[in-house]
């Protein structure tokens, strides 16, 4: 399907472990985002990619980690859950042109026990 | 550091009545983009309208349309004709335009329900 899909839609995890949330898109964007949205917040920026491999930090990076080996795929490992974790996770990409827009994928709901 | 600021955590409005959702920002840049994005309960992020500030026209979108005072460091959201499916929370965004930037900042949302 085209677009930006992530994966799983749901998952509930314990203290400790490791999680990986999956997202891909389908339309060569050069950019892609991982936010996280919680009550009382809004949106924050976890992570960005400009491109394949190039990789930076945005607002709240601490305890995630990202890679980008491949232009359509931007994974985000959770490497010790907390339950300060719990939250939603919304990956989105964007073209490289001047509109700027940023296309969401459906979002994470992930809970940390 | 850039900020945005959404002062209406929740508003309401009849169904085909008008609505405007305020948002105000901070910023020292000359050029740069303002978003609104709506999210309706089924979490999908969408965008609603964009403005370049370099623009002095305000975007329209169908009944969507803006209200951006540079001056002011003001970008209101207008919904006429109000409709039941624009039950959502809408975001206020800001980038700035500089060379391969691409982060938003984000307002705390609006909550908007249409009421019938």
């Known amino acids: 399907d085209a677009g930006i899909t992530q994966s799983p839609r749901y998952k509930i995890t314990e203290t400790g472990r490791q999680v990986t949330l999956m997202c891909h898109q389908t339309?060569?964007?050069?950019?892609m985002f991982w936010y996280r949205q919680d009550l009382g917040h809004g949106l924050r920026l976890i992570y960005y990619?400009?491109?394949?491999?190039?990789?930076d930090k945005g607002e709240v990076p601490d305890g995630y980690v990202v890679s980008r080996s491949k232009t359509e795929n931007f994974p985000l490992t959770l490497e010790s859950a907390t339950r300060s974790q719990t939250s939603v996770y919304f990956c989105?990409?964007?073209?490289?042109?001047?509109?700027?827009?940023?296309?969401f994928g459906p979002g994470t709901r992930l809970t940390v026990l | 550091a850039q900020t945005v600021t959404q002062s209406q955590p929740e508003m309401s409005v009849q169904e085909a009545e008008t609505v405007t959702l305020s948002c105000t920002y901070d910023?020292?840049?000359?050029?740069?983009?303002l978003f609104w994005y709506k999210q309706p309960p089924s979490r999908q992020m969408i965008l609603v309208i964009r403005?370049?500030?370099?623009k002095q026209q305000n975007a329209t979108e169908n009944r969507f349309s803006v209200n951006f005072q540079k001056a002011a460091k003001s970008f209101s959201l207008k919904i006429s004709d109000s409709q039941l499916g624009d039950t959502a929370m809408y975001f206020c965004?800001?980038?700035?335009?500089?060379?391969?930037?691409?982060?938003?900042?984000w307002g705390l949302g609006t909550s908007l329900a249409v009421n019938p």
């Open positions: 989105a990409s964007s073209a490289s042109g001047s509109y700027n827009e940023q296309f």
């Open positions: 339309w060569s964007h050069s950019y």
């Open positions: 990619s400009a491109a394949a491999d190039i990789t």
């Open positions: 910023t020292s840049e000359n050029n740069y983009y």
């Open positions: 403005q370049e500030a370099y």
């Open positions: 965004a800001f980038m700035k335009h500089a060379g391969n930037n691409r982060k938003l900042i």
